[in-house]
């Protein structure tokens, strides 16, 4: 672990779980806490993209669920005692990226986050070719459009 004058001296990035060149800090409100947020749940880091006026924004997410995700995801290590996963076109922005969890939002919406440095990779990714053809962990909604049918 190496340390930047350059980054705020407040903040600690603790513990850091190594699964091949992906490391996962905590940050230090949220250390102790994630395996009870958790709940036995997973911890699965996915992203969503959009084009825009001819621009593609996006952003990571970090949500919990109570299943491990299918095939689709790779596992990438244990964090205080939570196992976490990850879109597979996120694996390069992760390894390229020294990454840390953190709560976000305000006091009564909490959520989890994830902060990348450099953020410059973000942007760089939501560029590459392909970053907007993905499968959805929510296609199962966009199906159901209608009610049952009366026959």
């Known amino acids: 672990m190496t340390w930047d004058a350059g980054r705020d001296m407040s903040i600690d990035p603790g513990p850091v779980v190594s699964h ?3 490391s996962l800090g905590v940050e230090p409100s949220l ?3 994630l395996a009870h947020l958790a709940n ?3 911890l699965v880091i996915d992203y969503f993209a959009s084009r825009r006026c001819s621009v593609v924004v996006g952003d990571l997410t970090a949500d919990f669920v109570e299943m491990p995700p299918g095939p689709g995801n790779v596992e990438i290590g244990v964090v205080e005692g939570v196992r976490v996963f ?3 076109r ?9 990454s840390s969890l953190r709560l976000s939002g305000p006091p ?3 959520h989890l986050a994830i902060d990348l440095d450099p953020p410059e990779r973000w942007l760089d990714f939501l560029e590459e070719p ?3 053809v993905r499968r959805s962990r929510f ?13």
């Open 139 to 151: 296609t199962w909604r966009r199906g159901r459009t209608q009610g049952p049918s009366a026959s």
């Open 108 to 110: 009564f919406a909490r």
């Open 130 to 132: 392909g970053v907007l």
């Open 20 to 22: 091949s060149q992906i």
């Open 86 to 88: 990850a879109e597979p």
């Open 40 to 42: 036995g749940r997973v």
């Open 90 to 98: 996120l694996l390069a922005v992760l390894a390229d990226t020294e």
């Open 31 to 33: 250390r102790g806490s």
